[in-house]
């Protein structure tokens, strides 16, 4: 929304949520304050805050002034009932739009901006239209591709915008209105328009496929190990194929992200639903190998430490699940050193975006153990200065830029002897450690 303020200053925005906190800290004099970090975001907030851009919890002021309205809520993985554990949670989704219903008085064009299962858009017409009033919404479906850490830099300059509309003449008066919103800063060309339910899955498509190509070269990062193969020798070779390409084939501890295991548990739950069971074990693969992955990793770090993790001070450098983001959901950080825990290990975590209340939350999240324990297995360091000291490891789990550029030398040193480095995200050296006097592994590295 705010690059969308940014780029159209004769279009006011207003972003409403019910957390005051929150809108609190998009409003702060403050920009290093911002909710999100995001490189390039303070400049765009910066840009149109006040102008154009607006933060506030009057919902339905703003339902009312509208009309255009991007629902952007979240719609996480249910955790009971029907479909728990797969099927997304549709409530917020529901409330909005029983919200916008019971206050819109003119015509308004609704925007689907969470990633929703298909056909979700009818269950949001249906809910809207019921209200018995003379107001007439058009839904759209407009799914964000944009990856965190870039979003600003994905937003400005997008291989794509898609457009979802129904196939009528007031659904296309809504898809032009969309289209031109975007067309302030977006090629026509790159604005694609398609029906409602191939836009909503094109989006789990687009993340499905992608997560598949991180999880196959996962796969084959375990056989490299075993054959003594080099997984980034690999994807090299794979990818100079311009029908592969190169990108999105970095072996890794496993992806994370709010989007990934959501989006392929929600499209696996879909293809159960119509009964294509067979369709949905192809995807849902792509999750079980990511599991292994993040098992793998520990298992390779217990089993390097003598079958014994019990009591042994292990460094984690890295919680987001990828760098340039404090986000740290379904991060394999989190997996990994639950793991470690089950095994008594007393781990350090240090990230240089993520808090340490975060950190702890992420732990308590998952219920392996009380929040006490927790507390007495697990330090937050908010700086570097002398988390490596007596380290039995250390294990890079975020592959944020600084990692490479640390004095790996010096930490060998303060180190307890013998000394290992696990790289989850192969980016350092694993030679030069090795010269260092370490044991160095890394993923994929046979
Ligand atoms: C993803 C999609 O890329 C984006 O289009 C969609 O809108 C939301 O989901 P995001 O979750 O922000 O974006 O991050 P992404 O860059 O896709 O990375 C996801 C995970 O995969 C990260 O944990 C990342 O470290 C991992 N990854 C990615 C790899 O392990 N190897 C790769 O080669 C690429």
Known sequence: MSVIAAKCPGIKVHVVDLNADRIAAWNDDDLDNLPIYEPGLSDIVK?????????????????????????????????????????????????????????????????????????????????????????????LSNPEFLAEGTAVQDLLNPDRVLIGGERTPEGAAAIQALHDVYAHWVPSDR?????????????????????????????????????EADVDEVARAIGQDSRIGPKFLKSSVGFGGS???????????????????????????????????????????IQSLYNTVNGKKIVLLGWAFKKDTNDTRESAAIYVADYLLSEQAQVV?????????????????????????????VNVAQTTEDIFKDA?????????????????????????KPSFVFDGRGILDIQQLEEIGMNAFAIGKG
């Open 349 to 377: 975590v240090y990230d240089p975006k993520v808090t340490s209340q975060q950190i702890y939350a992420d732990l308590d999240y998952l219920n392996t153990r009380s929040e006490e324990e927790n507390q007495r297995l």
């Open 392 to 416: 039995h490891a250390v294990a890079v789990m975020t592959e944020w830029d600084e990692f490479r550029e640390y004095d790996w030398k010096q930490i060998h040193e303060q180190m307890l």
């Open 191 to 227: 604005i694609l328009t398609t029906n409602v339910w191939s836009s909503e899955l094109s989006k789990l498509t687009a993340n499905a496929f992608l997560a598949q190509r991180v999880s196959s070269i996962n796969s084959l990062s375990a056989l490299c190990e075993a054959t």
């Open 259 to 301: 989007c990934f295991q959501k989006d392929i548990l929600n499209l696996v739950y879909l293809s159960k639903t119509y009964g294509l069971d067979e369709v949905a074990e192809y995807w849902h693969q792509v999750i079980k190998m990511n599991d292994y992955q993040k098992r793998r990793f520990a298992e390779k770090i």
């Open 47 to 139: 840009e149109a805050r006040g102008r154009n851009l607006f933060f506030s919890t009057n919902v339905d002021e703003a339902i009312d002034e509208s009309d255009m309205i991007f629902i952007s809520v979240n719609t996480p993985t249910k955790t009971y009932g029907v479909g728990k554990g797969m099927a997304a949670d549709l409530k917020y989704i529901e409330l909005c739009a029983r919200q916008i219903a019971r206050v819109a008085t003119n015509d308004k064009i609704i925007v689907e901006k969470s990633t929703l299962p298909v056909r979700t858009a009818e269950a949001l017409q249906d809910i809207l239209s019921s209200t018995g009033s003379d107001v007439n919404f058009q839904v």
